[in-house]
């Protein structure tokens, strides 16, 4: 079964400052990857996604993630962080884009400090 | 072009009791798919329908049923209602083997 960890529960960065966020996945084959963003009380919104070809994808709002099979990882950046960023974000994997079951990390909240 | 819709928005129910949350996938979608996400923690995944049957379920009890209609939208129902169940319950829909797109979520309370 595939799986995913997210090993940062909570990160606090300063604005202007890099950000990366680490993820780890499980599972046999090749996985698709997501990162999406939860804001407080809100559903989940879309960052970015790989399904194949090229490792480094680039996501709406500045952020990127790098597939590293060898790893397991797809870890998330973003060069610059604004307070904006301030929210929860979710590491997921899936066996196809949407056909099957998403598997999701346990979150990692991003704290933004001016 | 509208999003994924959920409604209601907040609902409060009583334990033992039965709820039907509702979903509109987003236009072009086909398949949609619900997830459970308790305080603090991440999505849970429930199940999923395309082509108006379950195609996929999670390790979730048969108090927890779906349905798919045929403009796609879909319902999940819960029966007997445990405080356990109090969470934000998403819906999500994709086009066939593309990535899912999220609702704003159901809050449900029970007490």
């Known amino acids: 079964a595939q799986s995913v960890t997210q090993p940062d529960i909570h990160i606090t960065v300063s604005e202007g400052a890099s950000l990366e966020l680490r993820c780890n996945y499980s599972?046999?084959?090749?996985?698709?990857l997501f990162w999406y963003v939860q804001s407080p009380g809100q559903g989940l919104q879309l960052l970015l996604k790989?399904?194949?070809?090229?490792?480094l994808v680039q996501g709406i709002k500045g952020f990127e993630a790098e597939f590293k099979r060898s790893q397991s990882s797809f870890n998330l950046r973003k060069p610059s962080v604004h307070w904006s960023d301030a929210a929860e974000y979710f590491c997921a994997v899936g066996l196809s884009g949407g056909y099957q079951k998403v598997t999701f990390g346990t979150g990692t909240k991003l704290q933004v400090i001016p | 072009d509208a999003g994924v819709t959920q409604s209601p928005t907040h609902l409060i129910k009583t334990r033992g009791q039965q709820v039907t949350l509702r979903c509109s996938p987003k236009s072009g979608h086909d398949t949609v798919s619900w997830y459970q996400q308790a305080l603090g923690q991440g999505p849970q995944f429930i199940f999923q329908?395309?082509?108006?049957?379950?195609?996929q379920r999670g390790n979730f009890p048969d108090r927890f049923s779906g349905h798919q209609f045929p403009n796609y939208s879909s319902e999940l129902n819960v029966n007997a209602l445990l405080l356990g169940d109090s969470a934000l319950y998403l819906c999500?829909?994709?086009?066939?083997?593309?990535?899912?797109?999220f609702g704003p979520g159901t809050r449900l309370t029970v007490t």
């Open positions: 790989y399904f194949s070809g090229d490792t």
């Open positions: 329908y395309y082509e108006e049957e379950e195609r």
């Open positions: 599972y046999g084959a090749t996985p698709y």
């Open positions: 999500a829909s994709s086009p066939r083997g593309y990535e899912q797109y």
